[in-house]
């Protein structure tokens, strides 16, 4: 009888390990239900699973309640609205629809902050991965004393190499892998000349009106400049006001890959940044002396304090001379993250994965023949 039991346990793990040889299992992202509000990390995730449909991978959004807000109605918006049908049209489910059926060959991937939903499933046996976009997230549900692996999460993905860096610093035995945010192709210049519009982006949404308000009063010369919090837009109406503005206004201290000046940078709209507490990889460069630097990419402060007068600045030059000509060149010089350089990023990192989970599972049948071996020997030795 326990021998057929093992002969059972094989089976079942090569049935598993031709699944995972198939793309013929599943891989749930969890994600927040952002009530039709923009934001970029779960754009990401979205992305992520759009491109492995493409490659022929069953990825799915995993949400919690049925009433998902996917699409807008008489109460507001829904994601649709701001990312997109194609990505509406993604495959869905809701853990309350009790629909969710994970098996041993599936992965389901959690962010970064979402410690107890990691606790919560800890029993199930399919492969558990992190998906840590930023850093700050990283302890806010976490209890102390405890770690990813604690719920039997060992890999995580995460976006750069800084941060994978971090990551390991506070959880040593896990396995990193690095996907790049891409910046999407519709970021763009304006086919038309730049209009005295400043674009403008921050965490704490107070302190982009702070810093229009500051700027006003310190200059009131410029009170016909306009400045346009592209907080909440549509992804390509975004795109389209940061392309036509002659500059851009950052502020992000926790920010963990820094897309927003990114997305200036190929729209080719100069950036007035405070540099976040996590220095971009895209940021710095090393000298010939084999120092890090700060790129000349952007105009970079340490404080918000004085970024209506770099503001200031920017603009007596920009109308007298245009844009510099050297910012251009550097902005220019920036590393590119491509959708083409994501997508090869996300088949390189996925298929690791999986090849990783067929090694766990290969590794299980050389236990469980181990086990097999032993207790014949044993029966041998009482017969």
């Known amino acids: 009888m326990s021998e057929q039991v093992e002969v059972n346990k094989i089976e079942q793990a090569n049935i598993i390990l031709n699944k995972l040889d198939n793309k013929d299992f599943g891989l749930y992202f969890f994600v927040l239900d952002t009530k039709g509000n923009p934001t970029g990390g779960v754009a990401n995730i979205y992305e992520h699973v759009k491109v492995l449909n493409e490659l022929g991978y069953k990825a799915t959004i995993l949400h919690e309640k049925n009433d998902y807000k996917l699409r807008g109605d008489a109460d507001g918006k829904g994601l649709v609205d701001w990312l997109g049908e194609e990505y509406g049209e993604l495959p869905h489910v809701s853990i309350e629809s009790q629909a969710l059926n994970i098996s041993t060959q599936d992965f389901i991937i959690i962010p970064e902050i979402f410690a107890n939903v990691m606790d919560q499933v800890k029993a199930f046996p399919c492969k558990k991965v992190v998906f840590s976009q930023s850093y700050d997230y990283l302890l806010e549900l976490l209890p102390r004393g405890r770690r990813w692996t604690d719920f039997g999460f060992n890999d995580v993905i995460t976006t750069t190499e800084k941060q994978s860096n971090f990551i390991k610093s506070l959880f040593p035995s896990i396995n990193t892998h690095i996907v790049p945010v891409a910046i999407a192709d519709y970021f763009k210049p304006s086919d038309k000349p730049k209009i005295p519009l400043i674009s403008i982006l921050t965490r704490d949404p107070s302190m982009a009106d702070k810093i229009a308000k500051m700027f006003y009063l310190q200059f009131p010369i410029y009170k016909w400049v306009t400045f346009r919090e592209l907080r909440g837009l549509p992804k390509e109406e975004f795109a389209t006001v940061l392309g036509e503005s002659c500059l851009a206004v950052w502020v992000d201290d926790v920010s963990g890959f820094g897309t927003f000046p990114l997305e200036a940078i190929k729209s080719e709209t100069p950036i007035i940044g405070k540099m976040p507490s996590l220095i971009p990889e895209w940021m710095e460069q090393t000298d010939e002396e084999g120092k890090m630097t700060i790129r000349n990419n952007g105009i970079w402060s340490n404080t918000h304090l004085n970024i209506p007068e ?74």
């Open 310 to 383: 770099l503001i200031s600045t920017f603009l007596k030059v920009w109308l007298e001379d245009g844009t510099p000509k050297d910012l251009i060149e550097n902005m220019a010089n920036t590393p590119k993250y491509t959708t083409e350089s994501q997508k090869e990023a996300i088949e390189t990192v996925y298929g690791t994965l999986v090849e990783n989970r067929k090694v766990e599972i290969n590794k299980l049948i050389e236990i469980i023949n181990k086990e097999e071996s032993k207790s014949k020997e044993i029966l041998k030795e009482e017969v």
